[in-house]
């Protein structure tokens, strides 16, 4: 079928519904199942890699075609559903990343229409109409995310946007106010949240399970250590965290992302200063780079030093205009300092923003240099296309690929040294002690 919105001949490949559909499923475990599931995934992880290449009429028709193999294979199941559901989301994502915000109602409408605590498609449904002028339908959207739970400053903002738009003046400042109280309140929360802004990810990689067995096969590793604690962060773990920052800055004194990450924990715990001194011995050493002049910002802020952390931001995105985190900042940076006008301009720039890229890729892509699996070599491949100026990731990619390469020869060796010991280990075999125990010379008469 043609991919929505591409206007070309492009075709994706489905599974004939009558075939699958006689086949009988037992269950989503067994079967046929994980095969398509497999199937599916893979169309996923393209969508993604075009997405992230800007190809998003192909990423589209990757994602529709993800979405076409699992519902057609059994969607009464409840997780395969589940999944099939996020490929919808994501090919949603992909229409609304390239203006087709028509489209992206469709597939979000049928998301919502299914499971209505979709988070992502209730999020996206949000933006979608608020980037088509319905400000009052984007609230009602944003309120059943508010009824369940989903406080964060991304919406806070978006909401802002809507009332402003609608002349609500009393509910654009409430919100606002909002969103720096949240930040007051979670000092780290307007560069660290994953607000379900990008695609849903229907099909992912639990990173923070691969980083723990990583970091058990590789403990002297500071980039390992530094990854899993920034996920540790993101999920909460403080205690744990500070742990894996500690052993990180043993293993890595003087390495940036790593200051970055200590920065980062002391931030969390309340310490601006303290942060503020790391970020700023960070900068000294990497200064080109937008992450660090947001969380200089960031850390002025909390300091009190409103006008500083204003220009360190700004900076920050004179370096990456597309910082979604930097621009959510800033709004809430600006309302704080009394800029109501600014801080709507920049809640206003950060709607606009279709993806937020990592914006810190070196120890993140470090890290899984150090242990490379096929699913490391794809997220290294990503980002280098994505991060064509950091010069980090260039040479993560090539350290993945050496360790790649050494694994392979150490695969082929393997087997090579197993056989020309084979005469040795049998010979001690035969004069263990073993055969002299009485019970078994027993057995042998």
Do not use: K, N
């Given at each position: 079928m043609a991919a929505p919105g591409?206007?070309?001949?492009?075709?994706?490949?489905?599974?004939?519904?009558?075939?699958?559909?006689?086949?009988?499923?037992?269950?989503?475990?067994?079967?046929?199942?994980?095969?398509?599931?497999?199937?599916a995934a893979v169309s996923a992880r393209r969508g993604q890699e075009q997405l992230d290449r800007a190809g998003f009429g192909d990423a589209a028709a990757c994602f529709e075609d993800a979405a076409a193999r699992l519902a057609a294979g059994h969607p009464a199941r409840g997780r395969l559903q589940q999944?099939?559901?996020?490929?919808?989301?994501?090919?949603?994502?992909?229409?609304?990343?390239?203006?087709?915000?028509?489209?992206?109602?469709?597939?979000?409408?049928?998301?919502?229409?299914?499971?209505?605590?979709?988070?992502?498609?209730?999020?996206?449904?949000?933006?979608?109409?608020?980037?088509?002028?319905?400000?009052?339908?984007?609230?009602?959207?944003?309120?059943?995310?508010?009824?369940?739970?989903?406080?964060?400053?991304?919406?806070?903002?978006?909401?802002?946007?809507?009332h402003a738009a609608l002349g609500d003046a009393a509910g654009f400042r409430s919100l606002l106010a909002r969103a720096v109280a949240i930040?007051?309140?979670?000092?780290?929360?307007?560069?660290?949240e994953r607000?379900?802004?990008?695609?849903?990810?229907?099909?992912?990689?639990?990173w923070l399970a691969r980083m723990r067995r990583s970091v058990a096969r590789r403990p002297d590793a500071a980039g390992g250590r530094a990854l899993l604690a920034e996920l540790l962060l993101d999920a909460g773990g403080l205690e744990e965290a500070d742990l894996h920052v500690a052993i990180a800055r043993t293993l890595a004194p003087d390495d940036v992302e790593v200051m970055l990450l200590a920065g980062r924990s002391r931030l969390a715990r309340g310490d601006a200063v303290a942060a503020l001194a790391l970020f700023g011995r960070a900068a000294a050493r990497r200064p080109g780079y937008a992450d660090t002049a947001a969380w200089i910002g960031l850390a002025r802020f909390h300091a009190g030093a409103i006008a500083d952390a204003i220009a360190a931001l700004e900076r920050s995105l004179a370096l990456n205009r597309s910082y979604g985190g930097a621009w959510q900042s800033l709004a809430v940076v600006r309302f704080a300092a009394g800029d109501a006008r600014g801080a709507l301009a920049a809640a206003r720039q950060m709607s606009l923003r279709h993806r937020?890229?990592?914006?810190?890729?070196?120890?993140?892509?470090?890290?899984?240099?150090?242990?490379?699996?096929?699913?490391?070599?794809?997220e290294l491949q990503r980002a280098v296309t994505l991060h064509a100026g950091y010069p980090d990731l260039a040479a993560a990619l090539a350290?993945?690929?050496?360790?790649?390469?050494?694994q392979a020869a150490a695969g082929r060796e393997r087997p090579r040294t197993a056989f020309s010991t084979l005469?040795?280990?049998?010979?001690?075999?035969?004069?263990?002690?073993?055969?002299?125990?009485p019970w078994i010379r027993a057995r042998t008469r």
């Open positions: 591409t206007g070309g001949a492009r075709t994706t490949r489905e599974p004939p519904a009558a075939a699958i559909g006689s086949i009988p499923v037992p269950d989503v475990t067994t079967g046929f199942v994980p095969e398509l599931r497999g199937a999944i099939a559901l996020g490929c919808r989301a994501d090919l949603a994502y992909t229409h609304v990343a390239a203006q087709r915000f028509g489209a992206a109602a469709a597939e979000l409408d049928h998301v919502l229409q299914h499971d209505p605590g979709h988070v992502a498609a209730r999020w996206l449904r949000a933006r979608v109409c608020e980037r088509e002028g319905a400000a009052a339908v984007a609230l009602e959207h944003l309120a059943r995310l508010d009824a369940a739970g989903v406080r964060a400053v991304r919406p806070s903002l978006l909401a802002a946007a809507c930040t007051r309140d979670r000092p780290c929360a307007p560069l660290t607000a379900p802004d990008g695609a849903a990810g229907s099909i992912g990689v639990d937020q890229p990592p914006e810190r890729p070196g120890a993140f892509h470090r890290a899984l240099a150090e242990d490379p699996d096929d699913d490391a070599m794809r350290l993945a690929h050496r360790r790649r390469e050494a005469p040795d280990r049998m010979q001690r075999v035969q004069t263990s002690t073993v055969f002299t125990w």
